[in-house]
């Protein structure tokens, strides 16, 4: 996952919404590496130190509903 820390800082929130536009028989890939994702969002968040990002977690959440449905 080193592809999301690399570019943490600047693009997560369009890292994570790339990966939502993976066909849906990438489901099991995603689920694989969605608690990697809320790592990397919860070690950015800390970085900023202004508390949780509310777009980048609902992009996120967007994510996980995508796969999940």
């Known amino acids: 996952m080193n592809f999301l820390s690399k ?4 693009k997560l929130n369009q890292a994570i919404k790339t990966l939502e536009k993976l066909p849906k028989s990438g489901n099991c ?3 694989k590496i969605l608690p990697r ?3 990397v969002i919860v070690e950015y968040e800390s ?6 990002d509310t777009k980048l977690r609902q ?5 996980i509903g995508t796969f999940n449905s």
Request: charged content about 20%; cysteine-free.
């Open 37 to 39: 994702i809320e790592h």
């Open 47 to 52: 970085f900023r130190g202004t508390g949780q």
């Open 59 to 63: 992009t996120y959440h967007s994510l």
């Open 7 to 10: 570019f943490k800082k600047v």
């Open 29 to 31: 890939y995603i689920q």
